[in-house]
Nanobody, 129 residues
Framework: LQLVESGGGLVQPGGSLRLTCASSESASLDYLAIGWFRQVPGKEREGVACINAEGRNTYYADSVKGRFAISRDDAKNVAYLEMNNVEPEDAALYYC??????????????????????WGRGTQVTVSS
């Protein structure tokens, strides 16, 4: 399984952007917990938002809570990260990651301490006026 991110680009502070995570060959994602992570050069990778396989449980980093929303559409085999009220500190390379299992703890998944099976190559988000 390969994950492919898209939707990154340039956004103004206060603006919105939607990132998409898709499987490379439209393979099913419905058995996977999915997370969005971001990294800035020189800093550790940060778990931004994670969602379990059923889509019922989500976790958000404090830095994005109330502004970002993670969702999934298993019929289309995609997951999304809706970014609203974007701040300059949100600029980063955003990665999609996935882990098989229907009992995945999304808080643990987003903590970055547990290895995850699948990663995309990232999509860059730049915040500038």
């Amino acid at each position: 399984l390969q994950l492919v991110e898209s939707g990154g680009g340039l956004v103004q502070p206060g603006g919105s952007l939607r990132l998409t995570c898709a499987s490379s060959e439209s393979a099913s994602l419905d058995y996977l917990a999915i997370g969005w992570f971001r990294q800035v050069p020189g800093k550790e990778r940060e778990g931004v938002a994670c969602i379990n396989a059923e889509g019922r449980n989500t976790y958000y980093a404090d830095s994005v809570k109330g502004r970002f929303a993670i969702s999934r559409d298993d019929a289309k085999n995609v997951a999304y990260l809706e970014m609203n009220n974007v701040e300059p500190e949100d600029a980063a390379l955003y990665y999609c990651a996935a882990e098989p299992g229907r009992e995945i703890n999304v808080r643990l998944m987003c903590s970055g301490t547990a290895p995850l099976d699948y990663w995309g190559r990232g999509t860059q988000v730049t915040v500038s006026s």
